[in-house]
């Protein structure tokens, strides 16, 4: 897997350097399977270790994301941070971008116990990629 959704027409450099980013943030900590995706569901970069199919990686967290918002808009809770899924073998952590950010990092993990270690590397991660993100030409992607 290449890491791209080539039909996006992204500048490889900013592919690249999100690219980058991701398999730092895995060669960090213990987190794999690290994707940026747009809130729309389109894929915009993912690591070497995100090889499950590309759905999982796109339609799905989108359809999550707009789940999650609505509920907390509607439960008065505030804007939407992120949806941490817990399976019998691990987690999936979905990171949302603030209103004015269309885009989400997600990314999976094992180990539990180290769910606050995780939300801070995440984080920070997510606030370096951020302006890489406000490079990308959002109006070819129904964003």
Do not use: W
Not at 20 to 38: H, K, M, P, V, Y
Not at 64 to 81: F, P, R, V
Not at 95 to 120: E, I, P, Q
């Amino acid at each position: 897997m290449d890491g791209s959704n080539l039909e996006l027409n992204i500048n490889p450099e900013i592919l690249a350097e999100l690219m980058r980013n991701l398999e730092q943030l895995e060669s960090s900590t213990d987190l794999e399977g690290s994707a940026i995706i747009s809130k729309t569901g389109l894929r915009i970069a993912s690591s070497e270790t995100a090889d499950i199919v590309a759905d999982i990686y796109s339609a799905s967290p989108a359809t999550l994301i707009s789940l999650g918002e609505k509920i907390s808009e509607g439960l008065e809770q505030g804007e939407l941070k992120e949806i941490v899924i817990r399976g019998t073998i691990g987690y999936t952590i979905i990171l949302v971008g603030s209103a004015d950010n269309n885009f989400m990092l997600f990314t999976n993990c094992s180990k539990g116990y180290k769910l606050g270690y995780y939300f801070h590397k995440i984080k920070k991660a997510f606030r370096k990629i951020e302006p890489v993100l406000k490079q990308i030409d959002t109006t070819k992607m129904g964003i």
